[in-house]
C-alpha cells in the first residue's frame, strides 16, 4: 500500500508561458519482506508556450515511484520527458501530436531480491479532436510505442487507436 502527498503550483508568467509544478513525497508499505517503509520523493515540471493564436506548445518533466505489474518485490523509478503541439483548428477541431520518453529503474522490495532491469520507453501520439459541447470533446489518437529494455523478453513495439470522450468542468 502506498500513500501520496503533492502540492501543486501553476504560474502564469506572462500571457503566453505558463508555468506548472507538482512536488510532494510517496509512501510505501510494504507486507513482507522486512522492508521498511518507503519515503520517495515525486515530482514534474512543466511549461506551456502559446506563440500564436489557438497553438499551444507544452513540455512536461517528471519523476514517480510505480510499481512492477510483471516482477514480484520490485517497484521502478519512472522518470521521463513528453513534449507536445496542439492546434486549434477552427471552434470545434483541435490536432495535435504528442511523443515521449521515459528510463524505468527497477529497485527490490526484499533484501533477497536483486533488481537489474532497465527500460527505455518511447512514444508518439498524434490526435484529432472535435469538441462537441463547451465541456464535452471526443478524440480519436494513433499511438506508436517502443519499449528497450535489459530483459530481452520485455523488449517490445505496438500500435494503437483510441477513442477518448472526456468532460472538463
Same mark, same amino acid.
Given at each position: 500500500?502506498?500513500?501520496?502527498?503533492?502540492?501543486?503550483?501553476?504560474?502564469?508568467?506572462?500571457?503566453?508561458?505558463?508555468?506548472?509544478?507538482?512536488?510532494?513525497?510517496?509512501?510505501?508499505?510494504?507486507?513482507?519482506?522486512?522492508?521498511?517503509?518507503?519515503?520517495?520523493? %515525486?515530482?514534474?515540471?512543466?511549461?506551456?508556450?502559446?506563440?500564436? @493564436? +489557438? $497553438? &499551444?506548445?507544452?513540455?512536461? *518533466?517528471? !519523476?514517480?515511484?510505480?510499481?512492477?505489474?510483471?516482477?514480484?518485490?520490485?517497484?521502478?523509478?519512472?522518470?521521463?520527458?513528453?513534449?507536445?503541439?496542439?492546434?486549434?483548428?477552427?471552434?470545434?477541431?483541435?490536432?495535435? %501530436?504528442?511523443?515521449?520518453?521515459?528510463?524505468?529503474?527497477?529497485? @527490490? +522490495? $526484499? &533484501?533477497?531480491?536483486?533488481? *537489474?532491469? !532497465?527500460?527505455?520507453?518511447?512514444?508518439?501520439?498524434?490526435?484529432?479532436?472535435?469538441?462537441?459541447?463547451?465541456?464535452?470533446?471526443?478524440?480519436?489518437?494513433?499511438?506508436?510505442?517502443?519499449?528497450?529494455?535489459?530483459?530481452?523478453?520485455?523488449?517490445?513495439?505496438?500500435?494503437?487507436?483510441?477513442?477518448?470522450?472526456?468532460?472538463?468542468?
Amino acid at each position: 500500500t502506498y500513500q501520496m502527498v503533492n502540492a501543486r503550483v501553476k504560474y502564469d508568467l506572462t500571457g503566453k508561458i505558463a508555468l506548472k509544478a507538482t512536488a510532494g513525497g510517496q509512501f510505501n508499505q510494504y507486507v513482507s519482506g522486512d522492508q521498511d517503509m518507503r519515503v520517495s520523493p %515525486v515530482w514534474s515540471l512543466g511549461a506551456e508556450y502559446l506563440p500564436f @493564436a +489557438n $497553438t &499551444a506548445i507544452s513540455l512536461v *518533466t517528471y !519523476r514517480n515511484l510505480q510499481v512492477s505489474p510483471s516482477l514480484n518485490n520490485q517497484d521502478y523509478w519512472a522518470t521521463g520527458v513528453e513534449l507536445g503541439v496542439t492546434q486549434l483548428v477552427d471552434q470545434k477541431f483541435q490536432v495535435g %501530436v504528442a511523443g515521449g520518453y521515459e528510463n524505468d529503474y527497477y529497485i @527490490a +522490495n $526484499t &533484501a533477497n531480491t536483486v533488481a *537489474t532491469r !532497465r527500460d527505455n520507453f518511447f512514444f508518439i501520439e498524434p490526435q484529432i479532436s472535435y469538441n462537441f459541447l463547451k465541456y464535452l470533446t471526443a478524440s480519436i489518437f494513433y499511438q506508436h510505442r517502443f519499449n528497450d529494455s535489459t530483459l530481452q523478453v520485455d523488449t517490445w513495439y505496438d500500435n494503437q487507436v483510441g477513442f477518448e470522450i472526456s468532460a472538463s468542468f
